[in-house]
T-cell receptor, first 114, second 111 residues
């Protein structure tokens, strides 16, 4: 498999619970991005890694959100104390340094908070 | 006002028609322009990537960038029902990795 993969594909949780999503980028890509997308909107940038370093976080990323990329390969996005407003598609993308604009996306994780 | 404006549609055309999709933007620093296709409940798929102004063609798809008018277009020739999807424009400034997105245009190709 040469594409970006994300797990789980779907997650239903109750308000107040914690959830964690995983992203496996294309193997030779050193940049990894997380986005959130709601219905009828384009993706909104959340955060970005180059190798294991988290270089940028959007103002959209509240303290309840945390992302890691411990070995510069896969990444996890955790949402603590989920709220109904967190319901969205969470997208991961990866790219090669020097061609940062050519981002390749995974299938996304659809989160529903009840 | 959003940095990138895109008509959400839906745009419905018969099979075989030429489709024109457009985005306008306000930030003159944008240099990299992309079109992504997104099927329902899937991640965006990169279709076209253009640097600065000009045209780029790939099969049935042509991307145009007019930086003087801050206007980009995607043309689809000989449209097929399988082209039915949401088309998103995205752009960035220089080496800035952060993409700024349009809201997407839903395209429906009728057989």
């Amino acid at each position: 498999d040469t594409g970006v993969s994300q797990n789980p594909r779907h997650k239903i949780t109750k308000r107040g619970q914690n959830v964690t999503f995983r992203c496996d980028p294309i193997s030779e890509h050193n940049r990894l991005y997380w986005y959130r997308q709601t219905l009828g909107q384009g993706p909104e940038f959340l955060t970005y890694f180059q190798n294991e370093a988290q270089l940028e976080k959007s103002r959209l990323l509240s303290d309840r959100f945390s992302a890691e990329r411990p070995k510069g390969s896969f990444s996890t996005l955790e949402i603590q104390r989920t709220e109904q407003g967190d319901s969205a598609m969470y997208l991961c993308a990866s790219s090669t340094s020097g061609q940062g604009e050519t981002q390749y996306f995974g299938p996304g994780t659809r989160l529903l908070v009840l | 006002q959003k940095e990138v404006e895109q008509d959400p549609g839906p745009l419905s055309v018969p099979e075989g028609a030429i489709v024109s999709l457009n985005c306008t933007y306000s930030n003159s620093a944008f240099q990299y322009f992309m079109w992504y296709r997104q099927y329902s409940r899937k991640g965006p798929e990169l279709l076209m990537y253009t640097y600065s102004s000009g045209n780029k063609e790939d099969g049935r798809f042509t991307a145009q960038v007019d930086k003087s008018s801050k206007y980009i277009s995607l043309f689809i020739r000989d449209s097929q029902p399988s082209d039915s999807a949401t088309y998103l424009c995205a752009m960035s400034a220089g080496s800035n990795y952060q993409l700024i997105w349009g809201a997407g245009t839903k395209l429906i190709i009728k057989p």
